[in-house]
T-cell receptor, first 121, second 113 residues
Framework: DAGVIQSPRHEVTEMGQEVTLRCKPI?????LFWYRQTMMRGLELLIY????????DSGMPEDRFSAKMPNASFSTLKIQPSEPRDSAVYFC???????????????????FGPGTRLTVL | GENVEQHPSTLSVQEGDSAVIKCTYS??????FPWYKQELGKRPQLIID?????GEKKDQRIAVTLNKTAKHFSLHITETQPEDSAVYFC????????????FGDGTTLTVKP
């Protein structure tokens, strides 16, 4: 398995432009997470999906951010319009929570992609 | 919701010494506690985890302990080496929340040769 795939790896754009980050989770994983990492705020959870459905988007900073998961193998995080303060490394991660509620501890390890380094000028 | 606090935020040790990072969590329902290591410019990767049905787990030079009553868990690295220098994150999760983990703020460990 190639692991979690993210594209692009680096993105430099100008303020006001639309930015789209892409993620392909590990095949068979049914939970997907988008994180933002900066020196000031650390690792922040923006949104996560389970079985392609958004479960919690309370970490999305504002309406300029949106995320979709049209199918089990693809997700996007879009910023429109972008601002310099959006500059960060954005990670996508996936996991296989297993049989939730089955009475056994599920396996919640998250597998991170390589990240997208976004610079907004 | 779950809240995870991690201490210290930075830790500097001499090569060969031990390093200990501590985390506390708030939700007594949490039952899975992973630790991730993030090297400079790389992605976080799981290095060890512990489930709530055990109190300690070891893997070579690293070990984790869990105290469910006090709701805290710790990472212990013995005989530290320069390649242990990284940011370490603790996390807590519950097995019916779709795999979501709540992360601590991270500890930057520097091992001086």
């Amino acid at each position: 398995d190639a692991g979690v795939i993210q594209s692009p790896r680096h993105e430099v754009t100008e303020m006001g432009q639309e930015v789209t980050l892409r993620c392909k989770p590990i095949s068979g994983h049914n939970s997907l997470f988008w994180y933002r990492q900066t020196m000031m705020r650390g690792l922040e959870l923006l949104i996560y999906f389970n079985n392609n459905v958004p479960i919690d988007d309370s970490g999305m900073p504002e309406d300029r951010f949106s995320a979709k998961m049209p199918n089990a193998s693809f997700s996007t995080l879009k910023i429109q319009p972008s601002e310099p303060r959006d500059s960060a490394v954005y990670f996508c991660a996936s996991s296989d929570p297993g049989l939730a509620g089955a009475g056994s501890l599920s396996y919640n390890e998250q597998f991170f992609g390589p990240g997208t380094r976004l610079t907004v000028l | 919701g779950e809240n995870v606090e991690q201490h210290p935020s930075t830790l500097s040790v001499q090569e060969g010494d031990s390093a200990v990072i501590k985390c506390t969590y708030s939700d007594s329902a949490s039952n899975y506690f992973p630790w991730y290591k993030q090297e400079l410019g790389k992605r976080p990767q799981l290095i060890i985890d512990i489930r709530s049905n055990v109190g300690e787990k070891k893997d070579q030079r690293i070990a984790v302990t869990l105290n469910k009553t006090a709701k805290h868990f710790s990472l212990h690295i013995t005989e530290t080496q320069p390649e242990d220098s990284a940011v370490y994150f603790c996390a807590a999760s519950f097995n019916t929340n779709a795999g979501k983990s709540t992360f601590g703020d991270g500890t930057t460990l520097t091992v001086k040769p």
